[in-house]
Nanobody, 125 residues
């Protein structure tokens, strides 16, 4: 059974940093693109970053470019999201999932049953 467990969220002041982690089980990252999505209250889920096996093809949403960095450790079956210069609008529940890049957009085909609980990121003073 595929399972993703996200961690590392918390309360941080604007301008602060957090590092999210996502451990995958029942699934091998090696040949898959893996990324981060987020969902803020009252808003639709949006793609934040997608990291294919080749780092040259990494996708970032415009809203996080230059502030967030995605990385992966296939040996640990884990993906990370380093978030710097956090803004209030980054407040959301963050989820990791397999992803794909379609043109200038990021999407996922991961079934709903495979999503983890997510990790809450709150940016507030």
């Amino acid at each position: 059974q595929v399972q993703f467990v996200e961690s590392g969220g918390g309360l941080v002041q604007p301008g602060g940093s957090l590092r999210l982690s996502c451990a995958a089980s029942g699934f091998t990252l090696n040949y898959s693109a893996i990324g981060w999505f987020r969902q803020a209250p009252g808003k639709e889920r949006e793609g934040v970053s997608c990291r294919p096996r080749s780092s040259e093809l990494t996708y970032y949403a415009d809203s996080v470019k230059g502030r967030f960095t995605i990385s992966r450790d296939d040996a640990k079956n884990t993906v990370y999201l380093q978030m710097n210069s956090l803004k209030r609008e980054d407040t959301a529940v963050y989820y990791c999932a397999t992803c794909l890049i379609i043109g200038t957009r990021m999407a996922t085909r991961m079934p709903s049953g495979s999503w983890g609980q997510g990790t809450q990121v709150t940016v507030s003073s």
